[in-house]
């Protein structure tokens, strides 16, 4: 019977072992030093050798020249634990056997002495999904177990495993696969089994595995199925549903020609021929994750999982486009990879997406926009509005700009009213302007305010009805020192100004404001942001 790569392969000892030096070197010195502990935890990533180093460290134990790093390979406990019959290595399936009654089963294994090796090996995998009550029953069993016993868990979800647990075993990580590891080993497997694979084909199933050398092997095997002995990388990408470099390309290529019909074509392209759409859109994600590496480290670098010949062409695409819009292509790729996974119409999704991609790259940057402000041609300024009151000569202003607001009828010219004869709008608006209340100064200043045996009563037009807040009003009559009138709000249908003149320092803020928006940088500002005006402050006062 066929044998897949994976098994056939499979490591015997730790020298065969791919990667995970950190392991392999702490597990050889306490073998060598007869320090071995009674558990372990084996966590990782799927397919990096944690049932494989498992395997080895029971034979080392339990090898007739052992306990030793180099266990012979001859010995009948050798041969029964690499083929998985050995009577004192017991491999249990912690996914079908997680209850307590499993456990304590385990627990009445463990007193009796092993039948005929040194240690009776317990290897546990997917242990993370014992249940909380079956980790309890073998607590104290893995705490204190007898000489003879060792336990192994194996784990891709490390988290899962109790604290309880986890104080009482040495904690080993095992760490993804470098991609370089993965393209070495398929390449010497490959040899061994006469194959002709070439530098892009062994990068595509290596890049199927991502850093797992079992999920590489099985893609191989499929391979070898599909094509025989040669392997074409064309054939091999349409086997596993990859996509080619140059067919990624093409949503750069149009992102460059900012061409959003291109996008549509795309995307009908990949519907027709059937392609995940989802799965697509991963792959576009890791495809502008490269560029922005790519782009960063340059060429040659071990950050991208790809051959040398596509790193240089990745290189090449990365150095038509800025580091910026690189970035902002991949988040937006991942945003609308997330979309597509809860999308019904996954097709719509993805042409907005990457329509989306296409408008993104014409936003200019904020420096540039900032440069055209400050070097722009000059808007010719507006006439200065002339006042009944000579306006005096005042330092520079500055515009602050805000998003869209209710207009402010700053350069209006009120029409007059019967004046406040007590003072009390005069200091309510310092007051206000102190706080820091510029909005409500304003509405005051269109306002008509009296004030009589101790009642406070203001009329304001409705247009500054959300201005005119009660407690805004409050805390200004007491940072006034006004004392603690009766307040009362009134709202008149009457347009902002009609009936109520402006204090004097209205008139001076009024005529501020208009040579502030007379300045030409100012128009050039507002012409290239929008927006609207809606305070002038004096940087200097």
């Known amino acids: 019977m066929y044998q897949v790569l994976a098994r056939k392969y499979r490591p015997q000892t730790f020298d065969e072992l ?150 009482r075993c040495q904690h080993f990580s095992f760490r993804s696969v470098d991609f370089e590891d993965v393209v070495a080993r398929m390449a010497w497997i490959c040899g061994r089994e006469g194959i002709e694979a070439d530098d892009e084909v062994l990068a595509v199933l290596a890049q199927a595995g991502d850093g797992s050398v079992r999920d590489s092997l099985s893609a191989l095997d499929q391979a070898i199925a599909c094509c025989g002995t040669k392997l074409d990388a064309v054939e091999v990408r349409a086997l596993l549903g990859a996509f080619s470099l140059d067919s990624l390309h093409q949503v750069t290529e149009a992102l460059a020609t900012s061409g959003s019909g291109r996008m549509l074509e795309i995307v009908a392209e990949l519907e027709r021929n059937g392609h995940n759409l989802q799965h697509f859109c991963r792959e576009l994600a890791r495809y502008f994750r490269n560029l922005v590496v790519a782009k960063i ?92 009151e000579p306006a005096k000569t005042a330092p520079a202003r500055t515009a602050s700009a805000g998003q869209a607001a209710p207009p402010t009828p700053a350069v209006s010219t009120p029409a007059a009213a019967p004046s406040d004869d007590s003072g009390w709008k005069g200091k309510l608006h310092a007051a206000l302007m102190e706080l820091g209340m510029a909005q409500t100064a304003h509405a005051l200043d269109h306002s008509q305010v009296s004030e009589s045996a101790g009642r406070l009563r203001i009329v304001a037009p409705k247009f500054y009805r959300l201005s005119m807040k009660e407690a805004d009003l409050r805390k200004a009559i007491e940072q006034a020192g006004l004392g603690s009138p009766l307040l009362a709000i009134e709202f008149s249908d009457e347009a902002p100004g009609a009936d109520a003149a402006p204090t004097p320092q209205a008139r001076q803020d009024d005529e501020l404001t208009a040579r502030a928006l007379a300045h030409p940088e100012v128009q050039r500002f507002r012409e290239t942001f929008g927006g609207q005006v809606r305070a002038v402050r004096n940087l200097k006062e």
């Open 297 to 388: 480290a340059g060429v040659g670098t071990r950050l991208i999982a790809a051959s040398a010949q596509e790193s240089g062409r990745l290189a090449e695409i990365a150095a038509g486009f800025s580091e910026e819009d690189l970035t902002r292509y991949l988040q937006l790729s991942l945003d609308l990879y997330g979309e597509l996974q809860r999308s019904l119409e996954p097709r719509l999704h993805l042409e907005i997406g990457l329509l989306r991609m296409v408008q993104a790259g014409k936003l200019l940057p904020i420096e540039e926009a900032l440069a055209m402000v400050g070097g722009g041609t000059p808007t010719p300024p507006a006439p200065p509005v002339r006042r009944a």
């Open 18 to 167: 791919v990667a995970q030096e950190h392991v392999r070197t702490t597990l050889e010195n306490a073998i060598a030093q007869n320090r071995t502990a009674h558990g372990y935890i084996f966590s990782g990533q799927r397919g990096t050798g944690k049932t494989t180093v498992a395997r080895i460290l029971a034979r080392c134990l339990n090898c007739v020249n052992g306990p030793t790093a180099k266990p012979c390979g001859e010995c009948s406990s050798c041969v029964e634990i690499a083929a998985g019959g050995s009577v004192d290595v017991i491999e249990i399936d912690a996914a079908s056997n997680r209850g307590i009654n499993e456990m304590r089963e385990l627990r009445e294994n463990v007193r009796y002495r092993p039948a005929r090796d040194r240690y009776k090996i317990f290897i546990i995998d997917e242990a993370h999904q014992i249940t909380s009550e079956a980790f309890n029953a073998l607590l104290k069993t893995l705490e204190e177990p007898p000489e003879w016993v060792v336990f192994i868990l194996c784990t891709t979800e490390a988290h899962k495993i109790p604290a309880t647990i986890a104080s």
